[in-house]
């Protein structure tokens, strides 16, 4: 399974940006696909999670009424992302594992991350 994330960019606070995993090697319904992220000098953080045939889903309490995981089409997923604030700026990751689950241990195969800026 290979991953690409896209779409990171700068934004001010309060914008939105939609994040996509492009997935290849599998569909998105054989694997979970997961958002990460990580700012510097922290540790990666789960942002979010969709299982693979059932599509649940699933946030971090940061994040949560603020972000939505979606299952564009067989090889894409979306993280669309609004009110974004300061504390959002991050490198963002995509990666696929098979349970769901916002733990990044879970997760086997990762691709490069995008970055995401959320500043005026």
């Known amino acids: 399974v290979q991953l690409q994330a896209s779409g990171g960019g700068l934004v001010q606070p309060g914008g939105s940006l939609r994040l996509s995993c492009a997935v290849s090697g599998l569909t998105v319904d054989d694997v979970a696909i997961g958002w990460f992220r990580q700012a510097p000098g922290k540790e990666r953080e789960g942002v979010s999670c969709?299982?693979?045939?059932?599509?649940?889903t699933y946030y971090a309490d940061s994040v949560k009424g603020r972000v939505t995981i979606s299952k564009a089409s067989a090889d894409t997923v979306y993280l669309q992302m609004s009110s974004l604030k300061p504390e959002d700026t991050a490198v963002y990751y995509c990666?696929?594992?098979?349970?769901?689950?916002?733990?990044?241990?879970?997760?086997?195969?990762w691709g490069q991350g995008t970055q995401v800026t959320v500043s005026s």
């Open positions: 969709v299982g693979s045939h059932d599509g649940n």
């Open positions: 990666a696929s594992g098979v349970h769901a689950s916002t733990t990044a241990r879970d997760f086997t195969n």
